[in-house]
């Protein structure tokens, strides 16, 4: 067990390493401070300024938005480009459990998008500055926001494992992404409530990304909540595992 | 230290693999020959815990690769076809990366890497990320990785392929120089290299064995084998008179002329039953006074056994199997 874990440390570091060995890292962590910004300050969207409020709802209001792109752009490399190189072998032949080297690697996106969230410290600074926000319900906003992420990226991680092609990995993330975000999202549960019977939209609802992440940004923290992308994660990260077993002959 | 028994790997309606056994014992350097697609590589996924077989059994010092995949992936080091590496890293990154995941001690880390390093000669390139490195220092950073943790088992797919000849005879060297305390498989279709290097040669083909032996054995089952080559100055004999004086002796099967071989009539003098002749054919040239230029007993050659026992619808591929 020790031996495993020492094992995930290793792909662990090397993976988040591998983020900051290409550009990659660093074009992604600018975007998403811009976008943050401006989203947040913008008079026609997030309007920070014009609602006269010290605290950070319409920032975390966007994130879900954010990561519907941001973050299948760095999950579509976990697996997909194991594959392309050729050192998905090279992997599977050292002497790594297949769940440790799915763990490392998905704890290791995790972490980077971690990073940049907590690069967005200035805006913090900037209610607490102007204002006398709650910081309790800021920091379980940006726990929130960190679990979300989370389960962007065991989707994507699960949706590499099926490709060697990380445009593909993309585009199919972006996808199966936006239905859970859509699965709660206004307009649509409008549409539905004309026919659907009221528990289907419950059910459908209840996989909503929007739904769960709208009350932790309110800095209610649910158990529910957090188990529902605590159990979306573990069975991505098991549909990885898999994945990847069954389709390294290809 | 390596056992295979009737391994079998089929991809949905191809088999891959049909029925490979042998064993290789420390000390040994197996050579698995074979035509493009006849098994090779499979055959050593499966032997690596990469792929599962679908029949069959592999253990390794041991351990069973289908029961225990970790411990036998800990005993063996192994060199990928293509010898694939993380583009973005430096070989120091990498093999750092390694040398944590086959759990060598932190403090023994570097002096390892910097050991390993100098025996495949990548001192110079250590800092210079791998994406940069030519194909021959792309493939020793590959032979690097795989000898790291001074594995018991060293598996190799094609190690010296895209080197260039001083590099394939370092490889070789370094190869040898390892052998007595390793169980060693390498992969290849150079041919040469097997007798370089190789105390066993299996030929594989359509995911069979279908020769099993050291390099001289096999070579033995070449037509060639004990043949004697002569060679002439043109107009110097009466070719005909020479041919017809060789095929009346006991041990010769038949005679093979080629009237100009670069400026030379040579001709290559088969004995029956791959017997020897050279004597008997020495004498016969020294009684008739034949002013041969140059006198020569084949051994045989490995790439003329592969090819007859690996050519499509061949007869002796028949013969060999049978």
């Given at each position: 067990?020790?031996?495993?874990?020492?094992?995930?440390?290793?792909?662990f570091?090397?993976?988040?390493?591998?983020?900051?060995?290409?550009?990659?890292?660093?074009?992604?962590?600018?975007?998403?401070?811009?976008?943050?910004g401006?989203?947040?300050?913008?008079?026609?969207?997030?309007?920070?300024?014009?609602?006269?409020?010290?605290?950070?709802?319409?920032?975390?209001?966007?994130?879900?938005?954010?990561?519907?792109?941001?973050?299948?752009?760095?999950?579509?490399?976990?697996?997909?480009?194991?594959?392309?190189?050729?050192?998905?072998?090279?992997?599977?032949?050292?002497?790594?459990?297949?769940?440790?080297?799915?763990?490392?690697?998905?704890?290791?996106?995790?972490?980077?998008?971690?990073?940049?969230?907590?690069?967005?410290?200035?805006?913090?600074?900037?209610?607490?500055?102007?204002?006398?926000?709650?910081?309790?319900?800021?920091?379980?906003?940006?726990?929130?926001?960190?679990?979300?992420?989370?389960?962007?990226?065991?989707?994507?991680?699960?949706?590499?494992?099926?490709?060697?092609?990380?445009?593909?990995?993309?585009?199919?993330?972006v996808?199966?992404?936006?239905?859970?975000?859509?699965?709660?999202?206004g307009?649509?549960?409008?549409?539905?409530?004309?026919?659907?019977?009221?528990?289907?939209?419950?059910?459908?609802?209840g996989?909503?990304?929007?739904?769960?992440f709208?009350?932790?940004?309110?800095?209610?923290?649910?158990?529910?909540?957090?188990?529902?992308?605590?159990?979306?994660?573990?069975?991505?990260?098991?549909?990885?595992?898999?994945?990847?077993?069954?389709?390294?002959?290809? | 230290?390596?056992?295979?028994?009737?391994?079998?790997?089929?991809?949905?309606?191809?088999?891959?693999?049909?029925?490979?056994?042998?064993s290789?014992?420390?000390?040994?350097?197996?050579?698995?020959?074979?035509?493009?697609?006849?098994?090779?590589?499979?055959?050593?996924?499966?032997l690596?815990?990469?792929?599962?077989?679908?029949?069959?059994?592999?253990?390794?010092?041991?351990?069973?690769?289908?029961?225990?995949?970790?411990?036998?992936?800990?005993?063996?080091?192994?060199?990928?076809?293509?010898?694939?590496?993380?583009?973005?890293?430096?070989p120091?990154?990498?093999?750092?990366?390694?040398?944590?995941?086959?759990?060598?001690?932190?403090?023994?880390?570097?002096?390892?890497?910097?050991?390993?390093?100098?025996?495949?000669?990548?001192?110079?390139?250590?800092?210079q990320t791998?994406?940069?490195?030519?194909?021959?220092?792309?493939?020793?950073?590959?032979?690097?990785?795989?000898?790291?943790?001074?594995?018991?088992?060293?598996?190799?797919?094609?190690?010296?392929?895209?080197?260039d000849?001083?590099?394939?005879?370092?490889?070789?060297?370094?190869?040898?120089?390892?052998?007595?305390?390793?169980?060693?498989?390498?992969?290849?279709?150079?041919?040469?290299?097997?007798?370089?290097?190789?105390?066993?040669?299996?030929i594989?083909?359509?995911?069979?064995?279908?020769?099993?032996?050291?390099?001289?054995?096999?070579?033995?089952?070449?037509?060639l084998?004990?043949?004697?080559?002569?060679?002439?100055?043109?107009?110097?004999?009466?070719?005909?008179?020479?041919?017809?004086?060789?095929?009346?002796?006991?041990?010769?099967?038949?005679?093979?002329?080629?009237?100009?071989?670069?400026?030379r009539?040579?001709?290559?003098?088969?004995?029956?039953?791959?017997?020897?002749?050279?004597?008997?054919?020495?004498?016969q040239?020294?009684?008739?006074?034949?002013?041969?230029?140059?006198?020569?007993?084949?051994?045989?050659?490995?790439?003329?056994?592969?090819?007859?026992?690996?050519?499509?619808?061949?007869?002796?591929?028949?013969?060999?199997?049978?």
């Amino acid at each position: 067990m020790n031996g495993a874990l020492r094992k995930m440390w290793a792909v662990f570091k090397r993976e988040l390493g591998g983020y900051f060995l290409t550009p990659v890292a660093y074009v992604f962590i600018v975007i998403f401070l811009l976008l943050c910004g401006v989203f947040t300050f913008s008079e026609s969207m997030g309007g920070f300024f014009e609602r006269g409020q010290a605290d950070l709802r319409t920032f975390f209001g966007f994130h879900p938005w954010l990561y519907l792109f941001l973050v299948p752009a760095v999950s579509m490399r976990l697996w997909a480009e194991e594959r392309k190189q050729g050192t998905l072998e090279l992997l599977m032949t050292l002497p790594i459990p297949l769940w440790a080297a799915v763990a490392g690697k998905f704890m290791a996106a995790w972490v980077f998008c971690g990073i940049a969230l907590v690069l967005t410290f200035p805006m913090v600074i900037t209610v607490n500055y102007l204002g006398d926000p709650d910081n309790g319900i800021i920091l379980a906003a940006y726990l929130g926001s960190w679990l979300m992420a989370g389960g962007f990226l065991a989707i994507g991680s699960l949706v590499s494992a099926l490709t060697r092609n990380q445009v593909i990995a993309f585009v199919g993330t972006v996808v199966a992404c936006l239905g859970f975000l859509l699965a709660g999202f206004g307009p649509v549960t409008e549409v539905l409530n004309s026919w659907a019977p009221q528990t289907l939209i419950d059910a459908i609802t209840g996989f909503s990304f929007f739904t769960r992440f709208d009350s932790i940004s309110k800095g209610v923290i649910d158990l529910r909540d957090l188990l529902f992308f605590a159990t979306l994660i573990l069975v991505c990260l098991f549909g990885t595992a898999v994945m990847v077993d069954a389709k390294k002959a290809g | 230290m390596i056992e295979i028994n009737g391994l079998v790997k089929r991809f949905g309606a191809l088999t891959a693999v049909n029925g490979v056994s042998f064993s290789v014992k420390r000390g040994e350097v197996l050579g698995f020959l074979g035509p493009n697609g006849a098994g090779k590589s499979t055959t050593m996924k499966m032997l690596t815990g990469y792929l599962l077989p679908t029949a069959g059994r592999a253990v390794v010092c041991g351990h069973d690769v289908e029961q225990e995949p970790i411990a036998v992936k800990e005993k063996i080091g192994y060199l990928p076809e293509g010898a694939p590496a993380y583009p973005d890293m430096t070989p120091w990154e990498f093999l750092n990366f390694i040398a944590q995941v086959r759990g060598v001690e932190r403090k023994r880390r570097r002096s390892r890497i910097e050991e390993v390093a100098s025996m495949v000669h990548l001192e110079g390139v250590m800092r210079q990320t791998i994406e940069t490195l030519s194909k021959g220092y792309k493939r020793r950073v590959g032979l690097a990785q795989a000898i790291l943790h001074d594995p018991e088992v060293l598996v190799m797919d094609e190690p010296t392929d895209g080197l260039d000849p001083n590099q394939k005879f370092e490889v070789r060297a370094l190869i040898q120089r390892m052998s007595p305390t390793k169980a060693i498989v390498l992969s290849t279709h150079i041919l040469e290299e097997v007798e370089a290097v190789c105390t066993r040669a299996i030929i594989i083909d359509r995911g069979r064995v279908v020769a099993d032996g050291t390099p001289s054995e096999l070579c033995a089952r070449s037509r060639l084998h004990h043949a004697v080559r002569m060679k002439f100055k043109i107009g110097s004999v009466d070719v005909g008179l020479v041919r017809a004086d060789l095929q009346r002796l006991g041990g010769v099967d038949s005679v093979e002329v080629n009237p100009n071989d670069r400026g030379r009539v040579s001709m290559i003098v088969y004995p029956k039953d791959r017997a020897s002749i050279a004597s008997e054919v020495g004498a016969q040239a020294r009684a008739r006074g034949w002013p041969v230029e140059e006198l020569q007993v084949e051994l045989g050659r490995l790439d003329e056994v592969f090819r007859t026992i690996t050519a499509p619808g061949s007869l002796d591929a028949q013969e060999v199997r049978s």
